[in-house]
């Protein structure tokens, strides 16, 4: 594997600093998380800052483990300046989505950097949609698109049914920000990998067409 590229450390040292920081200072958390009264009240900047937050040592140390794995992928095809702008707006992509479904619950807080690595794994997938990956206790590979429509799928029930702890929302809003962002970078996709791009489309519209009848 090549060394880990400069963008993609000085992305995990923020979140190290940034996250440490809160672990530390209670304070310092609840005032840059994400928080959908805070932010309708006027503090926007929560929607970036709640995605250098973490709960955990192990929320931080699983987003920046699987950023290690995709993100070179993403700045071989774009470099690095690229590679910041899609995790930036996959951050932000995330907020939003996660501000629209739960704009009617005042109390809504979250943190992590998963919209935007997932953003970045999204991007990653529709770059190299054939590549096989392994998932913890399954032994055989899986095809890169098959793990990116099951997740989106998964994220989808998990927003209607509220599983667990985790900010579906986000990771499904990081994601449509990757995918965006990447076809915004390399529209030949469209025309070289037309079934790839229409395969990864589904779960996304799929989202918006139950969030349209309200199903969601």
Known sequence: MNDIHIATIAII????????KGFNDPQFFDRYKFNVAAIKAGQRERMATSGFLHVDLAHLF??????????????????????????????????????????????YSAVGASG????????????????????????????????GIGYLLYSIYGMKSRVGNIGHTAHFGGAVGGYATTLLFLPSLLLSDTLMVLLLAIPIVLLFVLGKMGKI
């Open 116 to 147: 935007a690595v997932t953003g970045v794994l999204y991007a990653a997938i529709l770059l190299q949609p054939n590549d096989s990956l392994y998932l913890m206790f399954i032994p055989v590979p899986i095809p890169a698109y098959v793990l």
């Open 62 to 107: 699983f987003n920046m483990f699987t950023l290690y794995f995709f993100a070179d992928v993403v700045i071989a095809w774009f470099g690095p300046t690229q590679f910041l702008i899609i995790y930036g707006i996959s951050l932000l992509a995330g907020s939003l989505l996660a501000l629209f479904f739960h704009k009617d619950e005042p109390y």
């Open 13 to 20: 040292v923020a979140n190290v600093l940034v996250s440490l």
